[in-house]
C-alpha cells in the first residue's frame, strides 16, 4: 500500500522549518479541487503563519495544541448558501481529506482539528479573526515537515462490508 491515501496519517510534531508557499497553494489547490454539492464549493481558506495568532489558535480547542508548534494552519471555512447550506459539512469535509492528502504528496505532515458542530468552539474563531456572520470557521489543519515517518495501519475490516444484503 504506497499511494498517500495509505501514507496518511495524523502528524501532531513538526520540524521548526517554514513550508515553501508553493506547496501550500497546491495543498490549497487539491482542497478546492474537491466534490461539492451543485457544484457550489462552499469553501474559504484562512492560512495562518503569525506566531501570534497560531498560539491563539492552538487554544481555542482542546485537542489544538500544536497549533502553535506548526508553521502553517490552515482554518477551512464554509460560506454555504440556502439551497445547499445542508450538504456543507460533506462539502468540506471532502475538502478537508483533499488537503490531508496533498499535504503527504509534499512530503509534509498534518492533522485535522474539529471545530464544526461545536458552535462554542466556531464563536472563538469567528471573534478572534473577525469572521463575517455567514461564514462558518468548519476545522483547523496543522501542517508542517514532519518529525517522524508516517507508519501505514491496515484498517481493512470485513466484517463492516456487506454484499447486496445486509
Ligand atoms: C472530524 C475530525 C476531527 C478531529 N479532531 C482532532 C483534534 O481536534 N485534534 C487532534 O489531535 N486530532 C483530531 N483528529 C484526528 C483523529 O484523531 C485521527 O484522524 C484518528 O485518530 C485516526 O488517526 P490517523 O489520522 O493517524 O489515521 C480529528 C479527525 C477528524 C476526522
Request: hydrophobic share 40%; glycine share 6%; aromatic share 10%.
Amino acid at each position: 500500500m504506497e499511494n498517500i491515501i495509505f501514507k496518511r496519517r495524523s502528524i501532531r510534531s513538526f520540524e521548526d522549518k517554514p513550508v515553501e508557499p508553493e506547496k501550500v497553494e497546491r495543498i490549497l489547490r487539491a482542497g478546492m479541487q474537491a466534490p461539492s454539492a451543485h457544484n457550489k464549493q462552499p469553501w474559504e481558506f484562512l492560512v495562518v503563519t503569525d506566531k501570534d495568532k497560531r498560539d491563539a489558535l492552538s487554544q481555542m480547542s482542546p485537542y489544538a495544541g500544536m497549533v502553535a508548534y506548526a508553521p502553517v494552519a490552515i482554518i477551512v471555512i464554509g460560506h454555504p448558501d440556502s439551497m445547499t447550506e445542508k450538504f456543507m459539512p460533506q462539502d468540506l469535509g471532502a475538502c478537508t481529506e483533499n488537503i490531508l492528502l496533498q499535504i503527504v504528496e509534499e512530503g509534509l505532515g498534518g492533522c485535522w482539528m474539529g471545530f464544526y458542530p461545536d458552535m462554542a468552539r466556531c464563536a472563538t474563531i469567528t471573534n478572534y479573526f473577525n469572521l463575517p456572520e455567514d461564514r462558518i470557521p468548519f476545522c483547523v489543519i496543522a501542517l508542517g515537515y514532519s518529525q517522524r515517518e508516517n507508519s501505514f495501519v491496515d484498517r481493512y475490516d470485513a466484517s463492516k462490508v456487506h454484499f447486496n444484503k445486509w
